[in-house]
């Protein structure tokens, strides 16, 4: 403890006395002013010491003692400095301290500020205070109103998306209305004692293209999507050349002639079963196209939209040339 006392007091000692061949005499007292502000000052402090200190038999007993008391006067000095109670000192407005520092004058040591320095700033009164606390409340309300402004605008755009994502396409939805049955009608009692609407084959055959036409819609939407824009342009070539062997061959049958499609020889329960199959498959079918639909239209592309309109032009006149 007192070993690293003496290191660090001796940094700073400043002693005055006999310059025979003492450790604080002139030349130590000088050297320890010269070296004091170096950045190894204590390297070459221990080598100076060590140097001194080689032969002790040359500083007698009175010179040890003068070093012994210089040492704890300065301990002392130290401990009292260190236990005193730190001094208040208040806050006040300064301006910026525009002394000039040379970068390459490193031993350059500026003096520190005495309390009357820090006591010449600008004092602010309490009517200035009070304004300066105002203005930082207002501008701490604005600020949580253009936040709040923000966070409402971001609300309002999420419903809007929400609302269109929401959104059916709603002919598709009437075309669905209007071929709408009666799910298992024989558990069904007709009112007032008529007679229950016969289903005729026609309306069964109908259904039956409706289906695979939505069918068709949904397969050709879901495959748009997966082209990429660099292979729209051959798709879109092809696809033309499709149409035009299809209506070849429409045109070769004479037009669109039904055929036998096999519903002329069912009886009223079986049109009525497969009229309710047909139009659970349609239900389904139109949900899995609008739901292809909304994400078609967040990806717009003027290629997609033409090779689509080819394509329907296609599967329409396919779907004529197979129930021909």
Same mark, same amino acid.
């Given at each position: ?10 940094? #700073? ?10 450790? #604080? ?30 032969? *002790?038999? @040359? ?12 040492? !704890? ?6 401990? &009292?400095?260190?236990?005193a109670p730190e001094p208040i000192r208040r806050l006040k407005a300064r301006g910026p301290d525009y002394r000039r520092w040379n970068e390459n004058d490193e031993d350059e040591v500026f003096e520190e500020e005495s309390e009357e320095e820090?006591?010449?700033? *600008?004092? =602010? ?21 253009? =936040? ?14 929400? +609302?269109?994502?929401?959104? %059916?396409?709603?002919? &598709? ?8 049955? %009666? ?7 007709? @009112? ?6 016969? =289903?005729?084959?026609?309306? $069964?055959?109908? !259904?039956?293209?409706? $289906? ?8 050709? =939407?879901? !495959? ?9 342009? +051959?798709? /879109?070539?092809? &696809? ?23 519903? &002329? ?7 009525? +079963?497969?009229? +309710?199959?047909?139009?659970? @498959?349609?239900? @389904? ?6 739901? /292809? ?6 990806? *717009?592309? *003027? ?15 396919? %779907?004529? $040339?197979?129930?021909?």
């Amino acid at each position: 403890m007192l070993r690293d006392g003496d290191r660090y007091t001796f940094q #700073f000692a400043e002693l005055r006395g006999d310059s025979y061949y003492t450790a #604080f005499g002139k030349i130590t007292n000088s050297f320890l002013q010269m070296y004091r502000n170096t950045k190894h000052y204590e390297l070459i402090l221990t080598a100076f010491l060590n140097r001194l200190l080689e032969d *002790p038999t @040359k500083i007698s007993s009175e010179n040890y003692k003068i070093l012994g008391d210089a040492l !704890m006067g300065c301990i002392n000095t130290l401990v &009292a400095e260190r236990q005193a109670p730190e001094p208040i000192r208040r806050l006040k407005a300064r301006g910026p301290d525009y002394r000039r520092w040379n970068e390459n004058d490193e031993d350059e040591v500026f003096e520190e500020e005495s309390e009357e320095e820090y006591d010449e700033g *600008p004092q =602010i009164s309490e009517e200035e205070q009070k304004k300066l606390e105002e203005d930082r409340i207002e501008r701490e309300r604005l600020e949580e109103e253009r =936040i709040a402004a923000r966070e409402e605008e971001r609300r309002r755009n999420e419903e809007e998306l929400r +609302s269109r994502a929401r959104q %059916v396409d709603r002919r &598709a939805m009437s075309e669905l209305l209007q071929h709408v049955a %009666v799910m298992n009608p024989g558990q069904k009692k007709p @009112k007032g004692g008529k007679q229950q609407k016969q =289903i005729s084959a026609e309306t $069964v055959d109908d !259904m039956e293209m409706q $289906v695979t036409l939505l069918r068709k819609e949904k397969d050709r =939407i879901q !495959m748009v999507l997966q082209y990429s824009e660099e292979d729209l342009p +051959s798709k /879109l070539a092809e &696809a033309k050349q499709q149409l035009d062997e299809v209506v070849s061959k429409l045109n070769a049958q004479g037009g669109a002639k039904k055929g036998d499609t096999g519903t &002329a020889n069912m009886g009223q329960k079986q049109l009525s +079963s497969r009229l +309710s199959e047909l139009t659970q @498959k349609q239900t @389904k079918l139109t949900m899995e196209r609008n739901r /292809l639909a909304l994400q078609l239209k967040t990806e *717009p592309c *003027p290629l997609r939209e033409e090779l689509l309109a080819v394509l329907k032009e296609r599967d329409e006149a396919q %779907v004529k $040339v197979d129930f021909a």
